[in-house]
T-cell receptor, first 113, second 116 residues
């Protein structure tokens, strides 16, 4: 079992739809959770960063963490064609003195006008 | 600089040649990371630096891969005797530190390597 599972998609939605992107993980030591957005031929850019269980909102984006279920989500409201990109979840183990991030494989999102 | 800078943006080479990829991190970031991203795959961790030291080289795929960082700033990833399976996008990231909120990594645009 991979440490982080993420459906690769593609996920196709019409403009204005609510999008739900998800990752599951197996390592209970993961404590920091991030969502990155990657446009074609670009590097990943950080969208959201969360530590605790619950919701964190930033504009049209909401990150949700459920540590008991080892499940994280990113919701995008009023999706726009400019949201079309690959979304990667990433996690960090807080118990390490130092740590690299473990990434999901990414979900490709296509928002049609 | 304003962000992480990588060069070249694209590199086409012949099988068996050596290539050198460069990463210039955000000023003041002590940690630097190299990843590889192949088509349809996630980010594969290669190596990270804290200052000029590389405590974790476990991700380097083979002894043909090496990396160094000098002056706590610029890093180079060298691939010797390139093979076709080395074709991928090589991404560099930097962060303020190594744990928790300091480990938020900022990525460059990557070097797209094609080995013919």
């Amino acid at each position: 079992q991979k440490e982080v599972e993420q459906d690769p998609g593609p996920l196709s939605v019409p403009e204005g739809a609510i999008v739900s992107l998800n990752c599951t993980y197996s390592n209970s030591a993961f404590q920091y959770f991030m969502w990155y957005r990657q446009y074609s031929r670009k590097g990943p850019e950080l969208l959201m960063y969360t530590y605790s269980s619950g919701n964190k909102e930033d504009g049209r984006f909401t990150a949700q963490v459920d540590k008991s279920s080892k499940y994280i989500s990113l919701f995008i409201r009023d999706s726009q064609p400019s949201d079309s990109a690959t979304y990667l979840c990433a996690m960090e183990d807080k118990n390490s003195g130092y740590s690299t991030l473990t990434f999901g494989k990414g979900t490709m999102l296509l928002v049609s006008p | 600089g304003a962000g992480v800078s990588q060069s070249p943006s694209n590199k086409v080479t012949e099988k068996g040649k050596d290539v050198e990829l460069r990463c210039d991190p955000i000023s003041g970031h002590t940690a630097l990371y190299w990843y590889r991203q192949s088509l349809g795959q996630g980010l594969e961790f290669l190596i990270y630096f804290q200052g000029n030291s590389a405590p974790d080289k476990s991700g380097l795929p083979s002894d043909r891969f090496s990396a160094e960082r000098t002056g706590g700033s610029v890093s180079t990833l060298t691939i010797q005797r390139t093979q076709q399976e080395d074709s991928a996008v090589y991404l560099c990231a930097s962060s303020v530190g190594l744990a928790g909120v300091q480990n938020i990594q900022y990525f460059g645009a990557g070097t797209r390597l094609s080995v013919l």
